[in-house]
Each structure stands twice: as C-alpha cells, then as structure tokens.
C-alpha cells in the first residue's frame, strides 16, 4: 500500500462543475502540500497545509490530521484547470525533510 | 522570482552514453532533490543533498549518481544510460530548516535510445 493515495486516479467533469480530488496518508507529516502539473512537465506549488483550510481563488484546500486525510477542491471549473493535481506530504526521512509523492490525479475539465 | 533552472528541457541519449542532467537554484536553499516520474509510478526520489558535497540516497538510486560541488548545483548523472531510465526527471529546493515550500524546476524529459 502506498504511503499516500490519492483519488481519484482520473476526473473527467464539464466546465461549471464543483471539483474534489482526496488525498489520505499513512505516514507522519509536518506538512501536506497540493501540485499542479500541467503538460509539458512543469510542477507548481498550490497549498501547503499543516492544518485546517486555506483558499486561493477558486481553489480550497482543506486537511484533517486526525484523520490523516485532505482535499482539494475547485469551484466553478474551467477548461485551464485541466492538469495533474499530486499530494505530497513532508516527512522526516534520514535526517532531512522529504515529500511522499501521491501518484495524482488527472483532472479534465470539458468546454 | 525564485527559480530552479533545469538546463534542457528536452535530450535524447543513446544507450550507453554518460547523461548529465543540471540543476541550478538562486535562493540559497540548502535542500535540493532529484525525482524521476513515470506514468503509473508517480514522482520517485532519486537522490538528494542537505548540504555542499553531502548526499544521500532516495528509494531508487541505482544507475544514478549525483554531485553538489557548490550550493546552487545539484547534478545528476547517469554513468552508463539504459532504456528503462527514459523518463521525466525533476529537480526541487527546499530551505533546510523552515517550514516552507518546495520549488521545482519545468523538467527534463530523457529519451534514452
């Protein structure tokens, strides 16, 4: 089982719909951050979590420790936000402050 | 803007060959990481460094070599290139100690053929 798992693996919704991708994680964290990778390679930084919620435009991204589990959300969707979205968590591994990747998700969003 | 520059963003190797794949950071980060991603497989940390000329392996080292001879640097390389190493590989800077973001560089795609 993998550390972090992500869901769902591939997320087809027409423009205008509400978006959640779930993350879950088994592992110690000291942070969760959200990745958006569009083609072409490039990966950005969205959120970066230790707690409760943050939001940024029309993106939300909540997480609960207790339960080890967060979730990224997209309001109003829009064909640009098509990408991979990948959870990774912050773990202490070998004396330095790794990330445990999610295997993303691919999200499209249709016209 | 705070940047991690890979230098190509594209090669193609021939079987064999010696790979070098740079990585230069302009904020002073003392972590810096290196990941391959294949279809399926997510990001795999390769290697990574928390200090000039320290290193120390990630979960899929083998076949991989890396160097950090000065703080913005960290190179990857791949002594003797093989098929099963075409894929996206990716570079990233953290500070050390802060709880801060990641950076990551736009990627280098190795075809190796």
């Known amino acids: 089982k993998n550390e972090v798992e992500q869901s769902p693996q591939n997320l087809t919704a027409q423009e205008g719909e509400f978006i959640t991708i779930n993350c879950s994680y088994s592992v110690g964290i000291s942070a969760l951050h959200w990745l958006q990778q569009h083609p072409g390679g490039g990966i950005v930084s969205l959120f970066m979590?230790?707690?409760g919620k943050k939001k940024h435009g029309r993106l939300i991204a909540t997480i609960n420790i207790q339960e080890k589990h967060s979730s990224l959300h997209i309001t109003a969707s829009h064909p640009r936000d098509s990408a991979v979205y990948i959870c990774a968590v912050r773990s202490w591994i070998q004396g330095a402050q790794k990330l445990v990747f999610g295997q993303g998700t691919r999200l499209t969003i249709n016209p | 803007d705070v940047k991690v520059t890979q230098s190509s963003r594209y090669l193609v190797k021939r079987t064999g060959e010696k790979v070098f794949l740079e990585c230069v950071q302009d904020?002073?980060?003392?972590?810096m990481f290196w990941y391959r991603q294949d279809p399926g497989l997510g990001l795999r940390l390769i290697y990574f460094s928390y200090d000039v000329k320290m290193k120390e392996k990630g979960d899929i080292p083998e076949g991989y070599s890396v160097s950090r001879e000065k703080k913005e640097r960290f190179s990857l390389i791949l002594e003797s290139a093989s098929t099963n190493q075409t894929s996206m590989y990716l570079c990233a800077s953290s500070l050390a100690a802060r709880v801060v973001g990641y950076t990551f560089g736009s990627g280098t795609r190795l075809t190796v053929v």
């Open positions: 979590l230790s707690s």
């Open positions: 904020m002073d980060h003392e972590n």
